[in-house]
């Protein structure tokens, strides 16, 4: 089915965690092709949430497809066991295909890819890793707005993927033919160190950002100082502490096989933010 036929038709998509990152930027998408569209979030007007398995069903209800994308992270505790009982259920409720937003270097993630593969339903797996975005969107926002990006790691390097380029890989998964069995591995076209990162949006702002190398605990008691919420502090510990070891420093092809295209370079999307505002001090004043 191409883009156009799934437009024309009445087939909804469920964009799970559709007020995120990833879920808002693929909802946006779908509803500029004219596909109809269900936000998949605990505010929604069928609310979904994963720690209430009743909200399911309703949301699940007369959708085609589904972009999965879990919270916090399918690195967590029961994330294998949400992952096989929302796939069988969304094979109840007669949805077809099925998109899983996939940790890479994640043990527990490749578990829960398994379960979506064997779920009897058309699959594409997308998996990336750290966000461009964590620093505009994400934990990491206030530090650039203090001018100083304080992190356990300072030098592995890491392909940051830009969360624009996961959503469009993701919308053509939903909407589109041939992506049905892929695994698109999903990274920028560099590796960068979090202090060469910090360097880069620094010059885009045109303001010196700092990098600080903290010890695990401190990093932990800096982000909680913060107010990051509990659940974000103990997944940014644990990919930090496990992921960020060198596995994922290579770059991956996965957006150039799902779209025909390079991925979008950190450098841009810095440009970009810069423009925006979001980074600038006397904004946030």
């Not at 209800?61 to 949400?82: F, H, K, R, S």
Request: net charge negative; charged share 20%.
């Amino acid at each position: 089915m191409t883009n156009t036929e799934l437009a024309n038709s009445e087939n909804t998509v469920l964009v799970l965690g559709g007020t995120g990152k990833t879920g808002s930027r693929v909802g946006a998408r779908l509803t500029a092709l004219g596909v109809p569209v269900r936000s998949g979030s605990r505010t929604a007007a069928i609310p979904f949430d994963w720690t209430d398995r009743a909200t399911w069903g309703p949301a699940l209800a007369g959708i085609d497809a589904v972009y999965l994308a879990y919270q916090p992270d399918l690195a967590v505790p029961g994330a294998d066991a949400d992952i096989k009982a929302f796939s069988a259920l969304a094979v109840e409720a007669g949805v077809r295909r099925l998109v899983l937003l996939s940790g890479r270097g994640e043990p527990e993630a490749l578990e829960c890819e398994a379960i979506v593969r064997d779920s009897g339903l058309e699959w594409t797996v997308v998996r990336c890793a750290f966000f461009a975005q964590n620093f505009s969107e994400g934990a990491f926002a206030d530090y650039i707005l203090a001018g100083e990006v304080a992190l356990p790691s300072g030098e592995v390097p890491e392909p940051f993927v830009d969360a624009d380029d996961i959503a469009d890989v993701a919308v053509a998964a939903l909407t589109g033919a041939g992506h049905t069995g892929q695994v698109y591995e999903l990274t920028g076209p560099r590796a960068l160190t979090f202090a060469e990162a910090a360097a880069e949006i620094g010059q885009a702002i045109g303001r010196e950002i700092a990098f600080v190398p903290l010890s695990r605990t401190d990093f932990i008691a800096a982000l909680t100082s913060y107010g990051v919420p509990a659940d974000e502090v103990s997944l940014l510990d644990y990919l930090f502490g496990t992921v960020l070891d060198g596995r994922n420093s290579q770059l991956s092809d996965g957006v150039f096989r799902a779209l025909g295209r390079a991925p979008r370079d950190f450098a841009e999307y810095a440009r970009d933010v810069a423009v925006s505002g979001v980074w600038s001090v006397t904004a946030q004043a």
